[in-house]
Nanobody
């Protein structure tokens, strides 16, 4: 059974940066499409970014384009989300998700089979 464990969240001032990590254990995720979602209080979980299994293709929600970068290290079985120029509206719990069918790409939460427990990101103004 795959376990996805996120880390790297925290409290940061607006304009600051954080790097989230998602480490997989149990089996490789190197053949899977991987994504990041986020959920703010009282809101639906929303798609943030996705990366293809080889890492050659990425996509982002418009609100983070130019500020966030998703990447992966298949040797370390880890996916990253570099977040720069953070804004208060980026405050949310961030989740790593895996699509083992390697589809390109989906933004609905129901298209991803495995999820991490989430890591809190809080951006103060």
């Amino acid at each position: 059974q795959v376990q996805l464990v996120e880390s790297g969240g925290g409290l940061v001032q607006a304009g600051g940066s954080l790097r989230l990590s998602c480490a997989a254990s149990g089996r490789t995720v190197s053949t899977s499409t991987m994504a990041w979602f986020r959920q703010a209080p009282g809101k639906e979980r929303e798609f943030v970014a996705v990366i293809s299994r080889g890492g050659g293709s990425t996509a982002y929600v418009d609100s983070v384009k130019g500020r966030f970068t998703i990447s992966r290290d298949n040797a370390k079985i880890t996916v990253y989300l570099q977040m720069n120029s953070l804004k208060p509206e980026d405050t949310a719990v961030y989740y790593c998700a895996e699509d083992p069918l390697s589809r390109w790409y989906n933004t609905g939460r129901h298209d991803y089979a495995y999820w991490g427990q989430g890591t809190q990101v809080t951006v103060s103004s």
